[in-house]
């Protein structure tokens, strides 16, 4: 079991993880997500947030499709949200054109 300081740490590399996101960082996104101790803490949305950083590591560089590729299908499988489905499903149409 985790204790409060880890937890702590891992809340932290979440939302720094996010916030690197939207700051168009996908990589520095991926590398705070690594850092999280506990992944089911965060349930389905620590997968559905790697997957937009891999997607967009992808768009920046084509070698990434194929790691981007898994990490959509690891969120839409990790996902019951009909929204998220949606868009992971169009996500892996875009990734394979």
Not at 10 to 15: P, V
Not at 16 to 32: F, K, S, V
Request: hydrophobic share 40%; net charge negative; charged share 30%.
């Amino acid at each position: 079991m985790l204790d409060s300081t880890s937890i702590c740490q891992s809340d932290a590399w979440y939302f720094l993880g996010i916030i690197q996101l939207e700051l168009e960082d996908p990589a520095t996104a991926i590398q705070c997500f690594a850092k999280i101790e506990d992944l089911t803490r965060y349930g389905e949305d620590l997968y559905w947030y790697q997957a937009l950083a891999f997607v967009q590591l992808a768009k920046e560089n084509p070698l990434m499709r194929d790691k981007a590729h898994r990490a959509v299908e690891r969120a839409l499988g990790n996902t019951n949200d009909p929204e998220r489905r949606e868009q992971a499903r169009k996500m892996l149409k875009q990734l394979s054109q």
